[in-house]
Structures are given as C-alpha cells and as structure tokens.
C-alpha cells in the first residue's frame, strides 16, 4: 500500500512507517548517524550517571579495606514531539505514480531531519529537545582564530581520552568543511597540492580528519566557528516508537486536497558531558 492510496485513508501502521519516515529520517539526519539511537516504548528513559568513581587502595593482610562508594545520579529522557501537516491536492495523488506519492513521506522525512540537527547542534529551546549547545559540561578546545591546522583536532582526542571516551565522528557547517577541504600539506617552502584531509574508505565524499569522519550540515545548524567532536558511546537519540503518520481525505475537502500529518517523538542525552568536545576559533 503506498502512503496515498485509497486504502490509506486513516493512521498508517508501524510497519508501513518505518520505510516511509524512521528509515529515511536515520539516513538522512547527522545527529542520528552519529549517535546511538535508542527506541522505546516509555515517556521516559533513564540514563545513570556516575558523578565519583570508588577509590580502593593498598593494604596489608587481614587488614580493614576503607568502605568507598561511588556516586551516582540519572538523566531522565523525556521525549518531546514535533509534528508536521501538509496538504497535497487530488490531482498530484490521482495523476501521479504510486512511487511519486510516497516521495511525499521521503520529504516529511527530510524535513524532520533538519529540524532534528537544528535541536543536536543547538542550545534550547521551548517544547523541543536540550541541544549540545546548552551543555555545561563540555570540554572546550581553544583553536585559534582560522582552521588552518589540524592540531586543535589532535588536542580534542587527547581531552576526550583524558576522560575515558573515544571520537568517531567530527561535525562542522559545510563553510568550515570546505575550508578544511581546501588544506594542502607542506613540503618545505614549496606549496603541495595533496589535501590535507584523508577520504572516508567507506564513502569516498565523506572527509576524515586523523582517520575520523567528517560531516558537514547546512548553513545555519552549526555556526562557521564551531565544530563538534561526538563520541558515539557516549551520544544518544531516544526515539518513541509510537511515530505515526496519518492521511486524511475530508480536513482540506473544500480545495481539493488531502492531509498529510507526521508525529515524532524523541529526545537527547550525554550521559557523560566530558565526552563531548567544542573546538571553537575567535573568528577575528
């Protein structure tokens, strides 16, 4: 059944929303890609925290071991919604093939996935998710006042190695990847043409930094002066499995045209706020 066909004339199931919005959206949304993605069922997911780690120590035989315990809290996930409502006339669904209606959820899709990279990369906001913006706990890395080295870059892997974490992915506005891009090595005074950026084996467009994947997002989600170092373990989408996407066939009958309605429910979480790494340059 495609998502405009006569039989589609209510809420479509779970199983035929998957391919139409969750797949496209994990595709096509960085901040899903570079994190772990957690479905649930709960209008909460609690993540634990350790805020102090047990301290043992050396002694002597039969001797009294120094009672130590660690210190924990949780992040409690709640899962805001965004919703999205469009209308399509009778003639595009009448006059055009089943795979052109259904491209209608693939835009849906898209749609959510800018705006889901907006909340990640962003601070905060009413109604909608924290974003990585508004954490308190990140660690910062002062890179000077132009990208023009990959030395802040080495200098956040040892900050996030200095707390236990691993990066796997850099994230940066497409600006600041094409100036990265545009990097050449050095040999002696003489200018090379080799970029200095490596290639991404697995997707030859994709750059890595330090053998490390970097993706670029449109103008506006991540600001020139800033780019993100995201450790996978440590980063998580909570998304609802209740995503639903309904048509209808009478709310827009006066014009014609058929409701398209999408609800997706989701939230954000860095359990270990250290994780995540700003290198940021002054822009003067």
Known sequence: MTLLSSAAGGVLKPEQIGPLVVQPLTEQSVAMQVSTVIATDSPEFRFPRVTSTPTGGWFGEAEEIDLSDPGIDEKI????????????????????SPKAADLVGQLMAADIARAVDARYFGG?????????????????????????????????????????????AWCASSATVNTLMKLKQFSGDTDSLVPLLGSDPNMPTRKQVLGIPLYGLPAGVIDDTVIWAIC???????????VSLAVDQSAYFSSDSVGVRSVIRLDFAWPHEQAVIQLSISGS
């Open 124 to 168: 905060t906001l009413a109604k909608a998710p924290d974003g990585l913006a508004s954490l308190a706990g990140a660690q910062l890395v002062d890179a000077g006042t132009a990208w023009d080295s990959l030395d802040p870059f080495a200098d956040a892997i040892a900050k996030a190695t200095d707390v236990g974490a691993t990066i796997t």
């Open 232 to 242: 996978r373990e440590k980063a998580f989408v909570v998304l609802r499995n209740d």
């Open 77 to 96: 996930c709640t899962p805001k919604a965004f919703k999205s409502l469009t209308k399509i006339s009778n003639e595009l669904v009448n006059d055009s």
